[in-house]
């Protein structure tokens, strides 16, 4: 999940957390352990505390 660390610097406090508060190179990571095809994207996804649907985009 983002945290502290990897949330760009334009998001602000009260947004809700998601990927778009991500950063990129957190984004890509997700995006190529959801390819791996002995991975499923809802397991990619709770490991990085998102929501499938998040991931699939």
Request: hydrophobic share 40%; glycine share 6%; net charge negative.
């Amino acid at each position: 999940m983002c945290n502290g660390n990897q949330i760009d610097e334009v998001s602000s406090a009260w947004k809700t957390t998601g990927m778009r508060s991500c950063t990129k190179e957190f984004r890509e990571a997700v995006a190529a352990e959801a390819n791996d095809p002995n991975r499923s994207i809802a397991e990619v996804a709770r490991a990085h505390g998102l929501n499938a649907n998040m991931v699939a985009q």
